[in-house]
Structure formats: C-alpha cells, structure tokens
C-alpha cells in the first residue's frame, strides 16, 4: 500500500459500508482508558490534532489523563442529567447523551469525548457540547470536551 493511513481507515473495516459503530470504537477506548488508570508508568493518552495539507501531520496538543479513573468514572453514552453535579439541570441539555465522559465527582472534573466516524458530524450538538462545558465550569467543576471526526 502507498498511501499512509489515518484513523479513517481504522473506522471503515472492514468495508465503509460495513464497519463498527461509534459505540463499538467508543467502548474500545474506554477500556483502554481504564487499563491506563491501572498502569501508573503510562496513565495517559496523548492528543493530537490532525493537520492537514500535502504534507499532513498530526500535531501534539495535550492528553487525556486517565490517572485514578475508576469504571463508575468511565461513562459511554450517558444521558446527561442533574445527578452528574448534584444541581439544577437545563432541560437544553436533557437529551443529549456524548459518546464518552470521563467524570470524576470528587475531583469535580469531567471530560466530555464525541467521536464521529465515516462522514458523520457533531453538527448542531457542538454548540449544546460547549454550552454544557461552560456551565459545568461556572458551576464549581473543571470541565473539557474533546471532538474526533474520523
């Protein structure tokens, strides 16, 4: 093969039109997320963003830390609700249900992870995705959202 591959090429096996849902990819991570918890040496996942042009790259721009993460910490497809802060809750939020979250309730941080694979987009939900970081920020918590579009 010639070409180099991307994470594209992860999502569409084995075939575009046949291949493994974001619920599939997005358990996937959790899981390696929480092998990392348990593996001190190495407890976090680097993130980086794609860069594209004729010499495309994928720079660094951060991490995931996954240091004392625990499973009840590890949410995937969570319908967000009050009970995730123990406050009143916007009802703009009530239907939405990210791809991942990462929550720890005694740290107060919590970090939202939307992937979409083959062609799908976070479209509207990106701004409602904002609207919840920015008011779980103004409530006391430490929140992030992170989006891949593959």
Known sequence: MDRRLNATDLFGHPYPVLHNSES???TIFSL???Y???HPESPSLPIKECKVGPKWSY???GAVDCVGLAFR????EPKLTEKLISSTWPTAFLNLRPDIVLWQSERRKVLFIENK???AT???QLQLYLD?????NGQGCEAQIHRYIC
């Open 59 to 61: 720079d660094p721009i």
């Open 132 to 136: 919840v970081r920015d008011y779980l």
């Open 117 to 119: 694979t083959l062609g």
């Open 73 to 76: 910490d590890v949410l995937v």
């Open 24 to 26: 599939w990819w997005s």
């Open 32 to 34: 390696l997320v929480l």
């Open 122 to 124: 976070v479209g509207e």
């Open 36 to 38: 990392l918890a348990r």
